[in-house]
């Protein structure tokens, strides 16, 4: 794996998640022992922890397979189809969803209502749909199917 991918995880981009599905955040040290399980070398991931000094706002990209590894936070990519049609690339992680248009970020979390409320209008604005949800996602390292809502 390339170390120099090494990102800031408010910089995903929608080709962030085309070229590599899967990414993980370096949150604690036993994470370096999985990273070098997915082809890093150890001293590369040492040396970009240090020069990063541990933050876990920085993520590493992964292999399909690394999908379902323990890491504490992963994202993973998605091809989401709004209800209006539209297909989008996006991501989960944890509580959160997000998806790409015109190279903004749309998040949603169904725990902040009133935020992805707002956040599902301006994107049904900005696609020219009545309403963006439910959208159906395809997990693009695994294949799986599923639906999002925001409640």
């Known amino acids: 794996m390339n170390a120099d991918l090494v990102k800031l995880?408010?910089?995903?981009?929608?080709?962030?998640?085309?070229?590599f599905p899967v990414w993980a955040t370096y949150y604690e040290p036993d994470d370096i022992d999985t990273l070098v399980e997915f082809g890093y070398d150890r001293q590369e991931i040492e040396?970009?922890?240090?020069?990063?000094?541990?933050?876990?706002?920085?993520?590493?990209?992964?292999?399909?397979?690394?999908?379902?590894?323990?890491?504490?936070?992963?994202?993973?990519?998605?091809?989401a189809t709004t209800r209006g049609g539209n297909s989008l690339v996006g991501f989960v992680?944890?509580?959160?969803?997000?998806?790409?248009?015109?190279?903004?970020?749309?998040?949603?979390n169904?725990?902040?209502?009133?935020?992805?409320?707002?956040?599902?209008?301006?994107?049904s604005s900005a696609l020219g749909e009545q309403a963006?949800?439910?959208?159906?996602?395809?997990?693009?390292a695994t294949r799986e199917h599923r639906e999002e809502e925001l409640w």
């Open 93 to 108: 992680t944890g509580p959160c969803f997000g998806v790409f248009h015109n190279g903004e970020s749309y998040q949603f």
């Open 9 to 19: 995880n408010h910089q995903f981009s929608e080709q962030d998640f085309i070229d």
């Open 47 to 79: 040396r970009l922890v240090a020069l990063t000094k541990s933050n876990d706002e920085y993520s590493f990209p992964l292999p399909p397979q690394a999908a379902t590894s323990p890491f504490h936070y992963l994202y993973i990519g998605v091809r």
């Open 132 to 140: 963006v949800f439910p959208m159906q996602v395809e997990v693009m």
């Open 110 to 123: 169904a725990s902040l209502r009133t935020q992805a409320l707002q956040t599902a209008t301006e994107l």
